[in-house]
């Protein structure tokens, strides 16, 4: 079974430029997660998506951030435009119903310089 | 506001030593627990899942145990290896939305 597939892995941009992640979920993963991990720290839930809609994304900061999931099965983070505290790892995960177990991929690590 | 924090913050034991890595948290109405390991440069992988229901889980050589009214999670690691050299963290489900707060991690180094 393919695991949860994330690109770009990096990723290095100038301050107020913008940015673009992409994830795909495991297939038949009805539930996507986007997270922060800042180094040294755990990583933070950035937005909830079930099927295409958004269950949660009280963390996300809309001034900046947006994120979408058409058609309930690809979603794309964007930052725009980018801060040097948003240098950190971008983590997608999904799982196949909630609760359930969450699978990661292997993240996106953005520097902005 | 849940909030998860874990001790210590890094870990550096001889290998075949049996170890405690522990996890407290706010508040006790979670759903479940969970510990993920984080390899370096690489995503987290589920290790164990712990409902609100039960007291502890085990696979392998991991255990983790849950005390809700306490505010606690442990992880226990039996005759530790190299391999298990990683970053293990624990994250509470406060809902079935399964949205996780997780700790900041401990940071384990088995040395041969």
């Known amino acids: 079974e393919a695991g949860v597939a994330q690109s770009p892995r990096y990723k290095i941009i100038e301050k107020r430029q913008s940015v673009a992640f992409w994830c795909n979920p495991i297939?038949?993963?009805?539930?996507l997660y986007w997270y922060q991990q800042i180094l040294g720290q755990g990583p933070k839930l950035l937005i909830q998506f079930q099927n295409n809609g958004v269950v949660d994304d009280s963390q996300l900061p809309k001034d900046r951030f947006s994120a979408e999931r058409l058609k309930g099965v690809d979603s794309t983070l964007k930052i725009q435009p980018a801060k040097l505290e948003d240098s950190a790892v971008y983590l997608c995960?999904?799982?196949?119903?909630?609760?359930?177990?969450?699978?990661f991929g292997p993240g996106t690590r953005l520097t902005v310089l | 506001k849940q909030e998860v924090t874990q001790i210590p913050a890094a870990l550096s034991v001889p290998e075949g030593e049996n170890l405690v890595l522990n996890c407290s948290f706010t508040?006790?109405?979670?759903?479940?627990l969970q510990w993920f390991r984080q390899d370096p440069g690489k995503g987290l992988t589920s290790l164990l899942l712990i409902q609100s229901s039960q007291r502890e889980q085990t696979s392998g050589r991991l255990n983790a145990s849950l005390d809700k009214s306490s505010g606690r999670s442990t992880l226990y690691i039996a005759a530790s290896q190299p391999g298990d050299s990683a970053t293990y963290l624990c994250?509470?489900?406060?809902?079935?939305?399964?949205?996780?707060?997780f700790g900041g991690g401990t940071r384990l180094m088995v040395k041969p």
């Open positions: 995960a999904s799982s196949q119903r909630q609760p359930d177990t969450q699978y």
């Open positions: 994250a509470a489900n406060n809902n079935a939305g399964n949205m996780l707060t």
């Open positions: 297939s038949g993963h009805a539930t």
């Open positions: 508040d006790s109405a979670i759903y479940n």
